[in-house]
């Protein structure tokens, strides 16, 4: 996965709604960490075995996928408020796997997404390295995250322009 391609169609994304919404020089990084959080819970109600223990139902990954890039936009979009996209050159992208995929969603819900320190104890960093191994822990490969993100990125794109 391309991470500084996505940033680089993530910030077009994120200019077209502020544009489009006349949302120029407004903080909007709450809205996008609670909608982060949303994402999350979305995506765990996708993959009931994950910890539905009184159910019978079973995940759709199909849909996981989806709720997962739509989770996937709004870390992009965090990241570019922090400015992390500028650090990512100098900085190694590694797997954070906590022991189940229960505990990952926990962690990454746990996550100070607001906060931004490059370097020891980067929030932002840590949260971007769980995300990414959320995905994998799942069973998504790196084509078909990037594949459904760009998919999903057109979508909004014509959301905006409809009126979304």
């Known amino acids: 996965m391309n991470l500084k391609r996505l940033f680089e169609i993530q910030k077009q994304l994120d200019n077209h709604i502020i544009e489009n919404k006349a949302l120029q020089g407004q903080d909007l990084l709450d809205e996008k960490v609670l909608a982060l959080k949303v994402e999350l819970g979305e995506l765990a109600n996708e993959l009931p075995e994950v910890f539905k223990f009184w159910s019978n139902k079973k995940n759709n990954y199909e849909k996981a996928l989806k709720e997962y890039v739509d989770g996937l936009h709004f870390v992009l979009s965090i990241g570019l408020d922090h400015g992390f996209h500028e650090d990512l050159a100098g900085l190694a992208i590694e797997s954070i796997e906590w022991e189940n995929v229960t505990v990952q969603f926990l962690e990454l819900l746990r996550i100070d997404w607001e906060k931004y320190e490059c370097g ?24 078909q995250i990037e594949q459904a993100y760009l998919d999903k990125n057109k979508v909004n794109h014509e959301r905006q322009e409809s009126g979304y």
């Open 120 to 143: 020891e104890g980067d929030y932002y960093h840590s949260g971007l390295e769980m995300f990414l191994s959320l995905g994998e822990m799942i069973g998504f490969t790196w084509e």
